[in-house]
């Protein structure tokens, strides 16, 4: 089968490569639509100590499952493999699964390629209707809802009665904005410095968008929860000055280090920051049934081109050249 | 009136000063004992710029209603006076009140005197049989029962599942693990570094009491709950190392600064974290409620002087020569 392959930092190979081995519970999911995350991008520029080359990026996707009980169904893949075992498994909280793998990360292969082996458990069935491009964007919308479930579940108060602010409109701070919208807020904020992103995030017409570079936002003490979807020093520095006492930072992004908290106000004030990490597989449902309801939107900010033309797309992401949120690669193997 | 006044940092002056002026609401309490925190400790040392000299300090406090509907009943103080009118107080989270004010800051006057200024709504009457000098325990005591409230609220298991670290054994920190225990937590480790403050953990017999500088303590990934009664560096980074994927750290101590903090590990693993101060007033009856019914055991983890002897006794504190976990000062104007 053709495949993307990650081979040596800022380097990528669109070559033929064996088919996946299947592990216990795999089968094989004919690869149709595979988005590039941030975290590709950061495995691509040699900066992810758990992604080594030679590696196939990409965890997601959609396609059409070749064999088992869905054979021949468009299916959405949960890329996080749990035990199913484990205290955290049997508590629903798959996603701190001790024994977690996650395709694109060894021992397995990612997505960006014509076949990915998963187990069968991690398949949810592509609603009638809905393309298998946007059917890929399950997977950071379910990053960005479960965020929003857990900042909700922490809050005080209702979604409804808060101020949110979210940190970064590129997919996962897209999806939080639209997440909080689905979930009740009708008072969001999202900070993004790139103009094309504050534009696709503004089309949305569920949020407040500003450039924290030359922007006041919503200023200090004034939203009541955050979703730090970028995850560095300067957002986790700004979501705690805006935080209200007693108010709720979901921490998503990985960007950089541990600076910028003000554990001084966060102790005075009872700010609660929480680690979210991807999603459970109830997360990853309930964004399939929102995404289906219409909940979520249009869902139309992502552009799509040929996994043979991946080395252009990251390319162009890594110059700002991309201004749609998401880039959505197609293998055509399976044509 | 007699009191002992912060004059300068390092010094303090046990002199005649006028009766304290009411606010309204305000009645006085004749002050019977009145613990030393370790927040007077950091004032006299000049490192609170909310504490400025000349100040009488202390907040800690039990004695008996001279005025009002509990005239000449022992109360216990609630130092911290809200406005019971925004949203927070409405809501029973009083210690968040956006004008919280609290005895021994300005515009308040502290109780290291033999008179203290204070709304009637702040006191709970001291219950039958208990001796006023325990009663002071009360305010280090609701401070940790709150730290202990706050974490059962967030974590995923009961607290009988829990394993929990306390770090610090002073007052807060034995109140925290004391509170632990009541609340049905039965694996708690203490960590202190000052052998004194071991010993007395340690007759408390609930508690696995370790040195953090010598000895292992739980390990990594080993505990549920972590209750930072130190809030340095050093013990958010130990606690941070020491909690389980997904597991909770509530944070009182105020000791220094940002730095420690392992933002990496909390979004992977999902740690919450969250900021702790004082307790609400139903913390606070909840806590002198566990003091009489005996769930937080015989409370003789302290040693009493004479507010003419404070000077000594913040000396012997700074320079680790009091082995006890609190001095109660008792003033004797009122006797």
């Given at each position: 089968m053709k495949a993307l392959v990650y081979t040596a930092p800022e380097t990528?190979?669109?070559?033929?490569?064996?088919?996946?081995t299947r592990q216990a519970d795999d089968i094989l999911v004919r690869v149709e639509a595979v988005g590039i995350c941030g975290s590709d991008m950061h495995a691509y520029?040699?900066?992810d100590e758990r992604r080594i080359a030679p590696l196939i990026l990409g965890h997601e996707a959609a396609g059409t499952?070749?064999?088992?009980?869905?054979?021949?169904?468009?299916?959405?893949?949960?890329?996080?493999?749990?035990?199913?075992?484990?205290s955290a498994c049997l508590a629903g909280r798959t996603n701190i699964c001790t024994s977690r793998q996650i395709i694109s990360m060894a021992p397995r292969q990612g997505a960006f390629a014509d076949l990915v082996a998963i187990p069968e458990r991690n398949l949810i069935p592509v609603p009638e209707g809905m393309d298998v491009t946007r059917a890929a964007l399950a997977e950071p919308i379910a990053t960005g809802w479960h965020a929003v479930v857990k900042a909700a579940a922490l809050?005080?108060?209702?979604?409804?009665?808060?101020?949110?602010?979210?940190?970064?409109?590129?997919?996962?701070?897209?999806?939080a904005a639209l997440s909080l919208h689905a979930q009740g807020c009708r008072r969001i904020h999202v900070a993004e410095t790139n103009a094309g992103r504050r534009e696709t995030v503004?089309?949305?017409?569920?949020?407040?968008?500003?450039?924290?570079?030359?922007?006041?936002?919503?200023?200090e003490n004034a939203v009541d929860v955050?979703?730090?979807?970028?995850?560095?020093?300067?957002?986790?520095?700004?979501?705690?000055?805006?935080?209200?006492?007693?108010?709720?930072?979901?921490?998503v992004g990985l960007s950089d280090g541990a600076d910028g908290m003000d554990v001084r106000k966060m102790t005075l004030q009872e700010v609660t920051f929480v680690g979210c990490y991807t999603y459970t597989m109830e997360d990853f449902r309930a964004?399939?049934?929102?995404?289906?309801?219409?909940?979520?939107?249009?869902?139309?900010?992502?552009?799509?081109?040929?996994?043979?033309?991946?080395?252009e797309a990251?390319?162009?992401?890594?110059?700002?050249?991309?201004?749609s949120s998401k880039i959505v690669l197609r293998p055509r193997g399976g044509d």
């Open positions: 990528l190979d669109y070559r033929e490569v064996p088919e996946p520029l040699g900066h499952a070749v064999e088992g009980a869905l054979r021949d169904r468009r299916v959405v893949i949960n890329p996080l493999v749990t035990c199913g075992r484990c809050s005080h108060q209702p979604l409804a009665e808060c101020d949110a602010l979210v940190f970064g409109g590129g997919a996962v701070g897209m999806s503004a089309k949305a017409n569920i949020a407040a968008v500003y450039d924290p570079l030359s922007e006041p936002g919503p200023g955050v979703i730090d979807c970028v995850g560095a020093k300067a957002t986790r520095k700004a979501g705690i000055a805006a935080v209200r006492p007693g108010g709720v930072i979901a921490h964004s399939v049934a929102a995404m289906e309801s219409g909940a979520l939107g249009s869902l139309d900010w992502f552009e799509q081109r040929d996994l043979a033309d991946g080395i990251f390319d162009d992401l890594l110059q700002g050249r991309a201004a």
